[in-house]
Every structure is written in structure tokens, then in C-alpha cells.
């Protein structure tokens, strides 16, 4: 049986075998940075403001870290650091949701950890290290309760929040960065926004016309605009902004009268808790979209088997899989299919 006091010291030894490839990165100001490969450090891409900076060992030695390239989709920079001998952490699984986490950073003040909970998903391609962040912590390890490296982390993302880049997904971007410096882009030159098809009907069922404004949920936004800038799913704030503020808006300007805003009122009360679609809404000339044969009204429902809830997340799952096949479900004509398309690279 195992005793608080095994668990104590199982932590103890996996925060001190993950201390041993965290380094000291002096950027723009104090940060971790994680050991994956000879030489090699990912650390914050956003604190790095010159092509050189000073990195700290474990064992108190200075070295240069000469910038190989950055990737803005992660935050990841990738440091060459000569004569760096520490070891890369082995790669492992976060595992299940509620297993113990411990994120590692290294400030300048020495090492540091603190402990957290698997949330158990990975969301917009990052990893919620349900542990406490703290000063320097951002380029450190995220490792699981044998030590393994599970992912990088990063408290810049969202304020008040720990999150890590999940371990595979750092490795690809430290390949690449080593081997090209850059990390390509992924795009299918699709603009989309959503659609809620109720709980009780088929995608096929719903309808359009209790859409605010037409099946595209209004002209007052055009082909490609995410929600956030006006439509059914949040117009921004203040008079005459969008549907939420109420009936004060000026006509022609995004306000609401009644009439529709009562109709608001109806399609999310009909539609809560229903499936979510993302309906094609452009087509970009000669992109990758185009060659798979999407056409204006097509209806998005899931990427390799998994839904949508946003445009955003479209974007985001394509974005890291530039040269890649994937498989599209798509509504056309009231029937479902599959639709295979190369994911192109800016």
C-alpha cells in the first residue's frame, strides 16, 4: 500500500530528475527553458527580443544561446546552446484526467515546482497544467509523476493560467525549427462561421430561417468573420454594438428591436445544447479547400472524427498539420460524407 509519505518522495525524485535538463534562460526577464535535444533548449519565443541570450546550467555555468528560429503559434523558441552536455527528458503521456502533474521551472533563484491535476484534454492545441504558475516557471517541464516530460510550459497564454504545449507537439516544432527554422503554417482557405443545429434534429432538419438575419446568422458580418464580431454567438458590447446589448442600437448599425431580439431569444433557447457546425461561407481561389471540392454552403461538422464549437478551432487543428491529410465530415445536400484534403503550407 502505497503511504503519503511514498507519494511525498516519488514527487520529490521527479521534480529532481526533471531539474536536471531545465536551464535558466536570462531573456527579457528571468525564464525557464527545457533540454530536448543536444544542445538544444525550448524556451517562450515572446521574452526573446535578440538573437543571443545568456543561459544558466543546472551547475551554475554561463553559456550563449544563439536563437535556431521561433514558432508564434506555440510561443516556442529554439535556443543552440554550444557545449550544453544535460540530457533530453524522455518523452510521456499525461495520462488520465486527475493524475498527478508537477510543473518544474528553474528561476534564477533555483529550482522550483509545483504540483497539479490532469484536466485530462487538450484544448486549441494546449495542455492545462492544473498547477499553480509561479515567477520563471514559463520554459519549464511539465512532467508527469515518473518524470517524463509531458510538455512545456508557458503562463504568458492566458493570464492566471498555467498551460504547456503538449511533448510531442514541442518536439515537432523543435525538428522543425532545427532543421528549417521555421515552422510552416497549415491552412485549408476555407472561411466558415457557425451554425447550431437543435439537440432533438439532424443537421438536415434545421432550420435556417431561425438563424438572426438568414442562414448565415445576419449580413451584418461577412464571409470568414469569426463570432465575437457581431451575429447570433456574441456582437460586441455597447449600443448599437450587437445582440446582446439589447434594443437600444441604431438601425443599420448592428442594434436590436424587439422583434428581434425576441427572435434571438428563441433560436437559443431552441438550439441549446445542440451540435454546432461551421458553414463554408468563401472558398479561396487555388487553395487546398478548393482542390478538395468545398463549395459555398457546405456545413463542417468534425475534423478526423472530432466537432466543432468555434471557426477558431479549424483554424487552430489545421495550423500544425501543413502537408498532412485529414478527413472533413461535411453536410451537403442533406447528406453526410467524407471529404479528404491535403492541408496546405504558408
Known sequence: MTTLSDLSTAMADAVEQAARSVVTVRAARPVSGTV?????????????????????????????????????????????????????????????????????????????????????????GWLHAGAQPFPGVSGGALVNAQGELVGVLNAGVRRG????????????????????????????????????????????????????????????????????????????????????HGGHGHPGRGGMDEARLEKLRRFRERFAGGRVGLTVVQVEAGSPGQAAGFRVGDVLLALDGEGFTHPAELLSRVRTRAGETVTLRVLRGGEEQDVTVSVGER
Open 36 to 124: 530536448v535535444g543536444d544542445g538544444l533548449v525550448l524556451t517562450p519565443a515572446h521574452l526573446l527580443h535578440a538573437d543571443e541570450v545568456p543561459v544558466i546550467t543546472p551547475d551554475g555555468q554561463t553559456r550563449t544561446g544563439v536563437v535556431v528560429g521561433r514558432d508564434p503559434g506555440s510561443d516556442l523558441a529554439l535556443l543552440r546552446v554550444d557545449g550544453l552536455t544535460i540530457p533530453a527528458l524522455t518523452a510521456g503521456e499525461a495520462g488520465r484526467a486527475g493524475e498527478l502533474l508537477l510543473a518544474v521551472g528553474r528561476p534564477p533563484g533555483g529550482v522550483q515546482a509545483s504540483l497539479g491535476l490532469n484536466p485530462g484534454r487538450v484544448r486549441d
Open 161 to 244: 493560467q498555467l498551460l504547456a504545449v503538449p511533448a510531442a507537439r514541442a518536439a515537432r516544432v523543435a525538428d522543425l525549427l532545427s532543421r528549417e527554422g521555421r515552422v510552416p503554417r497549415g491552412y485549408l482557405g476555407l472561411a466558415t462561421q457557425p451554425v447550431h443545429f437543435p439537440a432533438a434534429a439532424t443537421p438536415d432538419e434545421v432550420d435556417e430561417d431561425a438563424l438572426p438575419g438568414g442562414p448565415f446568422g445576419g449580413g451584418r458580418f461577412g464571409p470568414g468573420r469569426p463570432r465575437g464580431e457581431g451575429g447570433p454567438w456574441g456582437g460586441r458590447r455597447g449600443p448599437g454594438r450587437g445582440p446582446d
